[in-house]
């Protein structure tokens, strides 16, 4: 009987990262293109059909590397391997893990972000059609410096493949392009028998995975390889590749983008995460950043020199020059150039953010304009207002160390330079003169003027009141 078609994957994420000399951040943790090098490689894993079981091997910065896997995949199981005494013993540390399991195991470097699940899924298929005992995913490298190179047969026997790793290889097998990418799939059974026998006798003093490939040819077990394609198996053991991994990772994201009616004026300068979203007929011009989870709709213009970080801009809004952060944009609406929106500010429909201006937990009513050179923070503004330039909130009082609202109402004009000494409210209608320094509520309708400020009269109607 063929052995189940149930699918198990085992992650390495366990290893120092030596070469990445960080001294904070655990290697695989590492962000690329916004997610973490092992988000990347948990993403393909999940497209897999039939995933039955997620093993996810831990040591160094153990702890960190749990949380950020539970918050991809909750269903994760965690093996400790406590001290990285190289992948064969990672591998051997998920074995309680998989005792009772009956199936496929594949296995894959937390550290190769390019991977995808098309690939994978074709190594299974691979090594399940052949009914091979262990396949591993090759491919061709133009330099294969830092990889195991694969050591085929001169007869080209089936099985009569060993890896040799950078370390061990001599100038000869150096000098071979085909290299082991780090992705496997294994009967489970063999491999862990395999595990138990191999040995640390090499340069690096390390227990080798792929060195239970001869040990499983030589109990005629059967070796299959799949050579797949040189671009998803960039494996990031150092921060230049780490950069070179995210540049992949970007292009292939405006990529999808374009392909989904998204224009970008230039692509080498544009960076959009990988859980960032576009509506289409959005033009994102030079120079953008657009980060975490950052969603755009449609008809946006978007740049240049934009950076958006977990912000939501409506259908037709422009934002040019200009820094936005957990900020919401409305439909229609205008940013920039030179603002900067801090967390908790929502433009809604039409509304401006001009030049120069900052605002921070700030709501600015429809068609309302904060045009130029002001601070809104903790501001609750009306439709249909005009800030003049130069008006700021005061809403720090630092005496007390205390912050406090300004809530302006429909239609309200501040004059230039007006000073709201926040709490205070400016009922609708209301009109302040120029440099005014507004300390006590202005009453509906009314004209105030000074410092402090006083009422002087109530407000004519315009053409067009009733
Ligand atoms: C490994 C392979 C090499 C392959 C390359 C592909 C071995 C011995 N070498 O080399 O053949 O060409 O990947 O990218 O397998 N890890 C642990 N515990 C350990 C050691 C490593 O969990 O004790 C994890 C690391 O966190 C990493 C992965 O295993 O995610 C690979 O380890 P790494 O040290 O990067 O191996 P390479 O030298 O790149
Ligand atoms: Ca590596």
């Known amino acids: ?122 190594l299974v298929d691979k090594h399940r059609n052949s009914g091979a005992t262990v396949t591993l995913l090759t491919a061709l490298m133009e330099d294969p410096t830092g990889y195991g190179r694969i050591i085929r047969s001169p007869d080209g026997l089936q099985g009569g493949i060993r890896i040799v790793e950078q370390a061990d290889a001599s100038p000869d097998e150096a000098a071979v392009q085909e290299i082991s990418t780090g992705f496997w799939c294994f009967e489970r059974e063999p491999l862990f028998d395999a595990l138990a026998k191999v040995t640390t006798d090499n340069a690096q003093g390390e227990y080798y995975l792929p060195d239970v490939v001869p040990l499983l040819a030589a109990d005629g077990a059967r070796v299959e390889t799949l050579l797949g394609d040189r671009s998803e198996i960039l494996g990031v053991n150092d921060r230049k590749q780490l950069a070179e991994a995210a540049r992949i990772l970007r292009a292939r994201k405006l990529d999808e983008l374009m392909a989904a009616g998204v224009t970008i004026e230039d692509p080498a300068v544009t960076y959009v995460d990988m859980g960032v979203e576009v509506g289409p007929d959005t033009l994102i011009r030079p120079l953008t950043f657009l980060e975490g989870s950052t969603r755009i709709g449609s008809d946006c213009t978007i740049g240049p020199s934009a950076r958006l970080v977990d912000s939501d801009v409506d259908d037709g809004a422009e934002v040019s020059f200009a820094v936005l952060k957990s900020a919401e944009v409305g439909p229609g609406a205008q940013v920039g150039p030179f603002s900067s929106l801090r967390a908790g500010t929502r433009l809604r429909a039409r509304a401006k953010a001009g030049s120069f201006v900052e605002m921070k937990s700030t709501t600015v009513g429809e068609g309302s304009k904060v045009p130029h050179l002001s601070y809104m923070g903790d501001a609750e503004i009306g439709d249909g207002v005009n800030i003049g330039a130069g008006s700021i909130t005061c809403n720090y009082d630092g005496e007390a160390g205390i912050k406090s609202k300004t809530r302006i109402g429909n239609r309200v004009l501040l004059g230039s330079d007006t000073m709201l000494v926040a709490p205070v409210v400016v009922h609708e209608d209301a009109i302040t003169g120029a440099g005014s320094v507004v300390t006590k509520d202005v009453e509906p309708a009314t004209v105030v003027v000074g410092a402090p400020a006083r009422p002087i009269r109530k407000r004519k109607a315009r053409a067009g009141d009733h």
């Open 1 to 122: 009987m063929p052995p189940p078609n149930r699918l198990a994957v085992v992650v390495l994420a366990a290893g120092f990262g030596k070469r990445f000399r960080s001294a904070s951040t655990p290697k695989v943790l590492h962000p690329a293109a916004g997610e973490p090098l092992i988000g990347h490689v948990l993403r393909a894993a999940v497209g897999l059909e039939g995933l039955d079981r997620l093993v996810v091997v831990v040591g160094h910065g153990r702890d960190r590397v749990v949380e950020v896997v539970r918050a991809r995949r909750p269903d994760a199981v965690f093996a400790e391997q406590l001290v990285p005494r190289g992948t064969g013993d990672a591998v051997a540390a998920a074995g309680d893990a998989l005792r009772d399991f009956d199936g496929q195991v594949l296995v894959l470097s937390g550290d190769s972000p390019l991977i995808t699940s098309r690939t994978l899924a074709a």
